[in-house]
């Protein structure tokens, strides 16, 4: 039996592996195919490590497994280490992640078919380099090895989003991307820094040890989570820094799915269940994840009923979950939290696989210019139906019970106004999702072309997918409902309830054209003209970036050079204009000169006359 | 007679010299004003000579006159070089070294 | 004597010297093989630094590698050197960046010879002044680094276009900024003026201490009068400050580094700058620890001005070379908020960003001149879309970029995330606000300018069409330095275990530690 750590370090060091070859052996990355299945195969190593774990975990006697070396030397033992951290949660969300990975990896050999080999080369460098940091963010053992492949994973997030840096939007997206999501770990930067000051050490063990003994002082620790909570808010697109998330869209699709949907996205909520005893520590800032969770989810929600791009929406259907989850997180039902991440982990990539392949053999991402897609795309209508039954929490898919387990922890947590946004919010995904899958597949319109159905390396991750999907609902349905649906009976009647009424309301909007959607519109006209700006926070941020920080370097740009190094340049010009003035006493003629020697020596004669 | 009158001679003819030195446009009367603060000199040397009793002086004084000549000698030879050059000796017009 | 008997560090600071007399009465009229001699010489330099980094006796600490020999007696100057954990990874630095900046230099093609000769001459004083433990040796080495620069930017130098504005515009107009010859001019003046406050603190440290000897070992167990460290301790930090680049001391460095060509432009923001903040630390801080106390607060105030207003000017420009110039400005603010922190990991960070600046700044710099060279512009807007013509060009930026902003896995993050530690323990907790946030805004500009030069569909203008990428000689100046800077990245601990046995015993002398 090969034990906990190996394995880790072997699903931790396989994509590494292949990042490095790729990096430094050119001809194999420009190979293309070959730099992809290199890098294919290594995650698929990796899957297997992280099966292997997971089912052997946890072994008699330890329910964790940490392994750490010096990373920051200093006097007296290390400053930081470095290691990886197993546990059950671990466990899991390492499984998650190395399968989606490997599913979307595999996908995009399908999908990016097209590309030169050279940009195939680089997309698979960078979903190794993905794969290495998000699994060593899964297993990170401190919060400053966390932060560290935090950066990581952002870093590949914004090289994926700006593959086709061709494209000015998706050079702007990436960018954007970036910006706001370093905004957020400013927070977590400063929270790990005040963090070290306050306890002495990153490390979670040390840190979940002292609090455990209450000798973790508590003076402003507050303040430390929830700059700490501030990096979750930027990476897990939480309001009010979701803005990057939709424009992020403009990335090739399976990496929406894998860094945008399933995984890096979720890392905000991995970060918070990781280091929840320490928010045990602080409910204030809890309670006040729960509320900007449920804000988030009722925000994102709204903005998704207004798009057209049907990766858009399933962007903001992501911000809507990811709310929901945070929101679970707030009010204590951390375990709901976590178990939502991985069902949406599975459904949203399957939802953007599906999505990736209608785009694909539609060529646009405008859900107006589809229609009756399902006769010619039926196996990618149907896991996309398997996805969005899944999301909007209809049983027995997966995200019925992980949807159902955060109501009842919501409302046992006694967050009653954030209860009821959650509430609506089934509604309104209910209605989105439902809004996409009816234009694009059923309702009348044209696609141009002939779309047809992907081929098997495609179709393969896409059918996984649906199949764990369905699958781990099955599970919990035969199995009983799963463990954390402890609240009152009245929750799953409520939220299956609101989720049919949104399907219906849909299927009378888009299919039936019962109900005009342009009458809909008019009636919360104010809602919806804001939902179309985005609730213009776009537009704010937009007017921060131009108007405070770049007019701001303009300032100082102007006062750096005409004034402070004016300063300079008139010293500069005051000396010369000086020297002008002098030299003038420098006539040319011997004779003024032979003046100056004369009346010198008449001075020095008299000076020595009267001493 | 002392050595007063000898030292006043010398500090006039020394005075002369320069007052000719500072005043003539001239390259030649400048090089003549010259010739009279050396020999302004000169006066003073041979007649501390003899105050003193010292013959160091007489023979700095022959030294003297020898160089005088070879310096009059260059000066004149500068002189020259300048007038074929500029076609002119006047002495406000050689300006060369203005700042 | 040395390392085993062989007088090692002087090996590395003569190398180039010797290279530099080899060129100039051999090679003259062979282009190439000045290169080669030039390659040589530093490629013995950096060599033996290796060397020494790895024989460095960390359990031993202190100097090591001593070598003496008394050069005048009389008034106690000997030729007295030797490297503890500091010089050595200044010493590292000076010969990564100088053998990378020969091979990006390659294509220099007037008087390659006399050029070649200067560079070296001036890498001769640099590495002096790293390994000089008599202080008027140090002076001596400092000159010689400070003096051929002169030459090489009044010579090779390019010129920008600074339009004269606002109320000083005729004193800008007056003295011709943009031009070389401005630039050369104003940098030698700046630093011969700190070089003066200099010379004027190392002799008042020379009589205070009896002058009798010159030698730092000496000094550094004298105890001088607080009133005379307190002001000699203020002329240390006027006179390197202005070469580290302080705030507002600094605007030599964007004129100056933007005019320089590429291998000096190195050289200088990578190497240069750092010996300022290195004789602020050994001499400041190492010979004056009372007159440190004094001025700490002042220091750590200017270093985040430094970090903020470099920011925020870098962000302004237009033209690619003084955005990399004022991004130096505002990464010396890391250095010396560092140092000014007084903790441990402040210093360590202090250090170990002289280190990882050097090697990132120069890694821009020598991108920007291969820029320059097949773009012929440096204007930030007129470029666009290089992404396609030269890719490993971009990705060099971009590994540059991504640790100037601080990215993990880069050096620049060890260097900032230590800084920001010791800010925070440091008896004025709020420079940690100013630090954090300048890495923001150097997120903001450096992703800008890389999206502006790199991304986005080809430029309309038809002037930049088909241009080629790094080739040959150059790649070996990209590979090193990336390389450095991910390896330092990913295992700090190579650089901060030897800091690590220099800072301790300076935190110990300042009362700091334990």
Redesign the interface.
């Known amino acids: 039996m090969i034990d906990a750590g190996t394995l880790a370090l072997a699903a931790l060091g396989l994509p590494f592996g292949a990042f490095v070859l790729l990096a430094v052996v050119a001809p194999l990355r420009r190979a293309g195919r070959a730099a992809g299945a290199l890098s294919v195969a290594a995650v698929g190593g990796s899957l297997l490590a992280a099966l292997i774990l997971w089912r052997t975990f946890p072994e008699a006697g330890a329910d964790t497994v940490e392994l750490a070396w010096?990373?920051?030397?200093?006097?007296g033992g290390a400053?930081a280490t470095v290691g990886v951290l197993v546990d059950s949660v671990a466990a899991v969300m390492l499984v998650l992640v190395a399968l989606v990975s490997f599913l979307v990896q595999l996908y995009s050999l399908g999908y990016l078919e097209d590309e030169t080999a050279?940009a195939l080369g680089r997309y698979f460098a960078y979903h190794s380099l993905f794969a290495f940091s998000m699994i060593g963010l899964v297993l990170a053992s401190n919060f400053?090895q966390m932060?560290?492949?935090w950066?990581?994973v952002g870093?590949c997030s914004?090289l994926l989003i700006?593959f086709w840096?061709?494209?000015?939007e998706a050079?702007?997206a990436?960018?954007k991307a970036?910006?706001v999501t370093?905004?957020g770990d400013?927070g977590f930067?400063?929270g790990i820094?005040?963090l070290?000051?306050q306890a002495g050490t990153f490390g979670f063990s040390e840190l979940f040890k002292m609090a455990d003994d209450k000798t973790l002082p508590l003076g402003g620790l507050s303040l430390i989570m929830f700059l700490i909570y501030l990096g979750a808010v930027g990476k897990s697109a939480q309001f009010p820094l979701h803005v990057w998330l939709p424009d992020a869209m403009e990335g090739p699709t399976p990496v929406s799915a894998l860094i945008h949907a399933a995984t890096m996205v979720a890392a905000g909520v991995y970060l918070v269940t990781r280091a929840y005893p320490l928010f045990l520590q602080t409910p204030d800032v809890l309670v006040l994840i729960g509320w900007v969770g449920a804000f988030s989810a009722l925000l994102a929600a709204t903005l998704g009923l207004v798009q057209a791009d049907i990766k858009r929406v399933l962007a903001y259907s992501t911000v809507s979950q990811l709310g929901y989850m945070m929101a679970a997180l707030g009010a204590g039902a951390v375990g709901a939290g976590f178990f939502h991440l991985l069902t949406h982990g599975l459904f949203k990539a399957l939802l953007f696989l599906g999505a990736g392949a209608v785009i694909h053999a539609v060529g646009t991402n405008d859900i107006w210019k589809m229609g009756r897609l399902f006769g010619a795309m039926p196996q990618t209508g149907i896991v996309f139906l398997v996805g969005t039954l899944a999301l909007a929490g209809i049983w027995p898919f997966a995200g019925f019970f992980s949807k159902d387990a955060i109501l009842a922890g919501v409302w046992e947590g006694g967050l009653t106004v954030p209860f009821l946004m959650l509430a609506l919010t089934v509604f309104l995904t209910a209605f989105y999702m439902f809004r996409v899958v009816f234009v694009v597949f059923f309702a009348t319109g044209h696609a141009e072309g002939h779309p047809h159905d992907p081929p098997l390396v495609m179709g393969g991750p896409l059918w996984t997918l649906a199949g764990l999907t369905a699958g781990v609902g099955i599970l919990f349905a035969v199995g009983g409902g799963g463990e954390e649906a402890h609240g009152p009976s009245w929750i799953s009647p409520l939220s299956l309830g609101l989720a049919l009424a949104g399907i219906a309301f849909a299927w009378l909007t888009y299919q039936r054209r019962a109900v005009s959607a342009e009458m809909l519109a008019r009636r919360v006209r104010p809602l919806y003209v804001a939902a179309l700006r985005k609730f213009w926070l776009d537009d704010l941020y937009g007017g921060i970036?131009r108007g405070v920080?770049?007019g701001?370097?303009?300032v100082?740009?102007?006062v750096?050079?005409?004034?402070?190094?004016?300063?300079?340049?008139?010293a500069?010009?005051?000396t010369?204009?000086g020297g002008d003035r002098l030299r003038r006493i420098q006539t040319g003629r011997a004779q003024d000169y032979l003046y100056g020697v004369a009346f010198g020596l008449l001075l020095v004669i008299v000076w020595s006359y009267w001493h | 007679m002392g050595l007063q009158p000898y030292l006043i001679l010398a500090a006039v003819l020394f005075c002369i010299g320069l007052f000719g030195v500072l005043t003539r446009r001239n390259a030649i009367g400048i090089l003549l004003g010259i010739e009279l603060m050396l020999n302004a000199v000169n006066v003073n040397l041979v007649a501390i000579a003899r105050y003193a009793a010292d013959p160091a002086g007489l023979v700095f004084t022959l030294f003297t006159i020898s160089i005088t000549v070879a310096e009059v000698a260059v000066g004149l030879a500068i002189v020259i070089l300048i007038f074929r050059v500029r076609r002119t000796v006047e002495a406000d017009h050689l300006n060369l070294l203005k700042g | 004597m040395g390392l085993n008997g062989v007088p090692i560090l002087t090996l590395i600071t003569w190398a180039p010297f010797a290279g530099a007399v080899l060129i100039m009465f051999t090679a003259r009229h062979h282009p190439l093989a000045v290169r080669l001699i030039a390659a040589v010489a530093t490629g013995i330099s950096l060599l033996l630094s290796v060397v020494v980094y790895v024989a460095y006796d960390a359990d031993a600490a202190g100097f090591q590698f001593y070598e003496k020999v008394a050069l005048v007696p009389l008034l106690g100057i000997s030729y007295e050197i030797g490297a503890d954990g500091i010089s050595l990874v200044l010493v590292l630095l000076t010969a990564i960046i100088i053998f990378s900046g020969v091979f990006a230099s390659w294509t220099v093609a007037t008087r390659s010879q006399e050029f070649y000769a200067l560079l070296l001459t001036l890498v001769t004083g640099v590495f002096g002044v790293f390994v000089s433990l008599d202080l008027f040796l140090f002076f001596l080495f400092y000159e010689l680094a400070v003096l051929p620069m002169y030459l090489l930017i009044g010579i090779w130098g390019t010129s920008a276009q600074?339009r004269p504005?606002?109320?000083?515009?005729?004193?800008?107009r007056?003295?011709g900024?943009g031009s070389k010859e401005y630039a050369a001019m104003?940098l030698t003046l700046y630093l011969l003026l700190g070089s003066a406050f200099i010379l004027v603190g190392i002799l008042a440290l020379y009589m205070a201490a009896g002058g009798s000897s010159f030698s730092f070992l000496e000094m550094e167990g004298a105890a001088f009068d607080p009133v005379v460290q307190r002001w000699v301790f203020l002329l240390f930090y006027g006179g390197f400050g202005v070469l580290a680049g302080i705030w507002?001391l600094h605007?030599w460095s964007p004129?100056g580094h933007s005019s320089a060509p590429t291998a000096v432009s190195m050289l200088h923001a990578g190497v240069l700058m750092k010996l300022g903040a290195y004789g602020i630390v050994r001499l400041g801080m190492g010979l004056l620890p009372e007159g440190t106390h004094d001025w700490v607060a002042l220091i750590g105030t200017i270093a985040t001005i430094n970090i903020i207003?470099g920011a925020?000017?870098a962000?302004?420009?237009t033209d690619l070379k003084y955005v990399i110039a004022y991004s130096s400005v505002s990464h010396m603010g890391i250095v010396l908020l560092g140092a000014a922190t007084l903790t441990?990991?402040g210093l360590?960070g202090s250090v170990f960003q002289m280190f990882a600046h050097g090697i990132m700044t120069g890694l821009f710099f020598a991108l920007v001149g291969l820029v320059y060279e097949k773009a012929h512009s440096r204007e930030i807007f007129r470029m666009g879309?290089f992404?396609?013509m030269m890719?490993g060009i971009a990705t060099a930026f971009t590994v540059g970029g991504?640790s100037s902003?601080g990215?993990?896995?880069t050096a620049g993050?060890?260097a900032e995330?230590?800084t920001?530690?010791g800010a925070?323990?440091s008896t004025h907790s709020w420079w940690?606000?100013p630090a954090?946030?300048g890495?923001?805004?150097t997120?903001?500009?450096v992703?800008?300018v890389v999206?502006q030069i790199?991304?986005?569909?080809?430029p309309l203008h038809g002037e930049f069409h088909d241009l080629p990428d790094a080739k040959g000689p150059e790649w070996v100046a990209l590979v090193l330095l990336m390389f450095v800077i991910v390896l330092f990245g990913m295992v700090?601990?190579l650089a901060?275990?030897p800091i690590?046995t220099a800072t301790?015993p300076l935190l110990t002398r300042l009362g700091a530690w334990p």
Request: aromatic content about 20%; glycine content about 8%.
């Open positions: 010096s990373w920051l030397p200093a006097e400053l050279p400053l932060f560290i492949f950066e990581l870093l914004y700006g840096y061709a494209k000015p050079a702007r990436a960018v970036f910006w370093k905004a400013l930067i400063l820094v005040l070290w000051a970036y920080i770049l701001l370097s303009w100082v740009g102007w750096d050079r005409y004034l402070v190094d004016g300063l300079v340049n008139l500069s010009a005051w010369m204009r | 600074i504005r606002g109320i000083f515009g005729w004193a800008i007056e003295t900024v104003k507002p605007t004129d207003y925020l000017s962000m302004a420009q441990e990991a360590n879309g992404g396609r890719p991504l902003l990215l993990p896995a993050f060890v995330f230590l920001f530690l925070w323990r940690l606000f954090v946030a890495t923001f805004l997120a903001v500009y992703l800008r999206k790199f991304w986005g569909p080809a700090p601990g901060i275990g690590d301790l």
